[in-house]
């Protein structure tokens, strides 16, 4: 799982976190979000090099909490925050986009 906001900000956490080789697929590239803009420019860095993009919702741990993200955007007033970041990236993505719950 890759953090969005950081992955987009930072290059030498693109370089540490993320590669892959050809023989790599499928693959799909999982982030943790909570902003539709930044997901979508952070999934724009992999588009070219994955199969699909992951938004993780699964994650139960502490630090999704304070982050905001993962298992605590399923609480149903949080429905609209997740279905923005769907809705980009399915718009404006050439690859499919899919959930972890």
Known sequence: MLHA???????????EMFSTHPNDRPLIVQFCANHPQTL????????????????????????????HYGAFLLDESEWPLVHD?????????????????
């Open 5 to 15: 906001r950081i992955f987009r900000d930072s290059a030498s956490y693109r370089e």
């Open 40 to 67: 979508l420019d952070a999934a724009r860095f992999v588009e070219t090099q994955c199969d699909a993009i992951d938004i993780n919702l699964g994650c139960p741990q502490r630090i999704a909490r304070r982050g």
């Open 85 to 101: 970041m769907v809705k980009i990236l399915h718009e404006n993505l050439s690859i499919p986009v899919c959930c972890k719950m």
